[in-house]
């Protein structure tokens, strides 16, 4: 093991072995920055990003309270209302996808298409946060015939059961 370590040593120290260790170097780089560079990715390994973001959601349910308010106070009876939502889950993005059929397996894929200088997966849908409850504070919550109405209008608008909503009385 010793005679090995000596012998490389001794070739390291020759002029002609530095030279071509160096040149090596610097083509292994240039191949590696020449890679980068190209921005060649292989569609099958560039998924889409399924990140879904919460302020998407806040955003969504913050929207969606504010036009149900304006729509329960124009309800005869109802006056000013208060709307909070709770959200169970964020937006999901649906991308498409091609399903490739052989004898013995089936191999899903997303649809990718050229978007300028980069390929991306297609975009199908976006569907909207799922809530999974509504409160309703109003002026006329103390009515059963008015909290009927805005249980129906409420239930009808985000197509969801009656009793995921509560109304009461603002006081």
Known sequence: MQEIIYKLKELAKKPVFLKAAAAIGIIMMAVILISDISGEDDPEEKRPNDEISFESADIYAAGTEERLCTMLSEIEGVGKAKVMLTI????????????????????????????????????????????????????????????????????????????????????
């Open 88 to 171: 169970t889950s964020t937006e999901e993005y649906v991308y498409a996808e091609t399903q490739k059929k052989s004898s013995s397996q089936s191999e899903n894929s997303y649809v990718m298409i050229d978007n300028g200088s980069q390929k991306e997966a297609l975009l199908k849908k976006i569907n909207n946060p799922a809530i999974s409850g509504v409160l309703i504070v109003c002026e006329g919550g103390d009515d059963p015939k008015v909290c009927e109405k805005v249980y129906i209008a409420v239930s009808t608008a985000l197509n969801i059961p009656t009793n995921k909503i509560y109304v009461a009385e603002m006081k």
